[in-house]
């Protein structure tokens, strides 16, 4: 008894194209042919196509089928590698799906920073842009510290430094600025740490310094980083001089 190469593939429940792979991979032996020129499988060759595609179900890697499929003594270190590594994807999998989860329950936009979805609804496009970029510099410690502060509902500056237009005048912008000073003063007491945040940084201080300050002038016009000059020089004042928070940032987004 013999099969062309669709009657195997039809056989092992796979398809005639995955059954070509393995023959230009050297994983499974070509067959002799008839007369018209056609492959003829025999038995062997269903079993071996059907040992090299359970091995593929096991997720271990087709580079690496040929030692598995010949019974190698590295088989079990290759299964133990392919294990931990099928782990890793369910773990990652678990992970988005509690994302997601969040993400529904509290309304958030999809590409809401990981584990802010809950404070979602409190973070201008602005905010999350930022957020995005503190997720690749900040460590998880001060990314906590950032979710609680943007949870902080007695700071109400979000909307009004967001819809701030560019040619707001001096008196908004003065009234602005003394208010975001007050959430920067109190943020600073409840996280001292903002004073100088380089122990918490994983890309480095002046690498963080120019993304953010650069993030900052693309993000808010000019009225808006006015408002956070004016209000982190106004924070300096009332902590009796002390630098806050390292320059110019929003305190809901310090860089």
Do not use: C
């Not at 890793?88 to 809401?112: S, Y």
């Not at 909307?159 to 912008?173: G, S």
Request: net charge negative; glycine share 6%; charged share 25%.
């Amino acid at each position: 008894m013999s099969w062309s190469t669709r009657e195997l593939a039809d056989l092992a429940g796979t398809t005639v194209n995955t059954v070509r792979h393995y023959h230009r991979l050297g994983l499974l032996e070509e067959p002799d042919r008839r007369y018209n020129g056609y492959k003829q499988y025999e038995v062997r060759h269903l079993v071996s196509l059907l040992r090299i595609r359970r091995l593929a179900v096991l997720g271990i890697p087709l580079s690496r089928l040929g030692n598995a499929a010949d019974a190698d003594p590295g088989t079990a270190e290759v299964l133990r590698e392919v294990d931990a590594e099928l782990q890793q994807r369910i773990d990652a999998l678990h992970q988005a799906r509690a994302h997601i989860a969040a993400i529904i329950e509290h309304r958030a936009p999809a590409d809401v920073p990981a584990g802010f979805e809950a404070v979602a609804s409190r973070l201008s496009e602005s905010d999350r842009s930022i957020v995005h970029l503190m997720t690749r510099f900040y460590d998880e410690e001060a990314l906590e510290d950032i979710r609680k502060m943007s949870a902080d509902e007695s700071d109400d500056t979000g909307p009004d430094i967001e819809n701030l237009p560019a040619d707001a005048d001096e008196q908004t912008r003065q009234a602005l600025a003394e208010r975001v000073a007050a959430v920067i003063v109190k943020h600073l007491a409840n996280y001292p740490w903002l004073r100088n945040p380089a122990g918490h940084l994983s890309q480095g201080h002046q690498l963080s310094t120019e993304t953010f300050g650069n993030a900052l002038t693309e993000l808010y016009n000019k009225a808006q980083l006015d408002v956070l000059v004016r209000a982190n020089k106004i924070a300096e004042q009332m902590m009796g001089g002390a630098q806050p928070a390292g320059g110019e940032r929003t305190t809901r987004t310090p860089d």
